[in-house]
């Protein structure tokens, strides 16, 4: 089985030397960020052996792989940075999934907390799902029909896990908006206890809200890394002082900022997510 990346004829979002970035249809903004196809580049070269450092993102993704056997793979949350074999020119096309926080709860509806940092197949969570998906792709020839199955089906899994609304505004403000609040801030303005949001964070994102708050505002530092010096970086994201945000940086990505901008064709980030 395999699919070409001049299959897909629809709009997109950004394309680069290997990735095709789609968005998802507009009933699922609030849970996709967008699709990812990647492809081969000749023009591209990648040195054998080399791996891709991923930035950790607190989503988590489905990955499709069109081998002599067909697998969805599922990607809970990530803490920290994963290292996985940069294969961009190895393999033929993989179609990916991007959740928003809060997504993958509502596609697989699911407690996210036994997902962070961990990789399943689709089949561990719902075998019914998966069947549904390799019976139709069986049959299909083109990423343009893979994406409008993917929509649909997505779709009406969400419909079946619904996100306690507060709680889903709560976790859609602090990535959109970058916020710095704690489990007390959101129970005061809410009327919950703090075990009540810490237990729904876990449930639908997780982690609790320190932690996503974290990550969230790491991400959004990286994003600044080619235009500003570290201090103002600091400073626009609330850190306490450079060295602050050196040792939260270290502790996530268990390299220093500098390290990051030096190496930065060794890592990845998924800069559609926040």
């Known amino acids: ?48 052996g080399s791996v891709l ?3 950790p993102d607190v989503s988590g993704c ?8 067909f697998i969805v793979s599922v990607w809970g949350p990530t803490t920290k ?21 809060g997504g993958l709860y509502q596609v697989l509806g699911v407690d996210i907390s036994k997902t962070v940092d961990k990789k399943y197949e689709l089949q561990d969570f719902n075998q019914e799902l998966f069947d549904e998906i390799n019976n139709r792709i069986q049959s299909m020839d083109s990423f343009d029909e893979i994406i409008k199955m993917v929509n649909k089906l997505l779709t009406r899994e969400m419909k079946k896990n619904k996100i306690e609304k ?15 609040v704690s489990a007390k801030d959101i129970a005061d303005s809410l009327g919950f206890s703090e075990r009540q949001i810490t237990r729904y964070f876990n449930r639908y994102v997780g982690l609790g809200v320190k932690k996503y708050s974290k990550i969230v505002h790491l991400n959004k530092a990286i994003e600044e890394f080619n235009s500003i010096k570290f201090t103002q970086i600091a400073n626009n994201h609330e850190y306490f002082d450079q060295a ?13 900022p500098s390290h990051y901008l030096e190496n930065m ?10």
């Open 1 to 48: 089985m395999e699919f070409r990346i001049e299959s897909y004829t629809g709009n997109i979002l950004n394309k680069t030397k290997n990735h095709l970035y789609i968005e998802p249809c507009k009933e699922l903004k609030h849970v996709v960020a967008h699709y990812t196809i990647t492809f081969q580049n000749s023009e591209n070269p990648i040195s054998e």
């Open 53 to 55: 450092n991923l930035i």
């Open 62 to 69: 489905f990955v499709f792989r069109f081998l002599d056997e």
């Open 81 to 101: 940075v994963v290292t996985v074999k940069n294969d961009l020119n190895l393999v033929g096309s993989k179609f990916f999934v991007e959740f928003l926080p």
């Open 166 to 180: 507060s709680i889903g505004i709560w976790i859609e403000n602090i990535a959109r908006e970058n916020l710095n």
């Open 244 to 256: 602050h945000f050196n040792h939260v940086f270290k502790e996530i990505c268990g390299k220093s």
């Open 265 to 274: 064709s060794d890592f990845y980030n998924e800069i559609y997510k926040f």
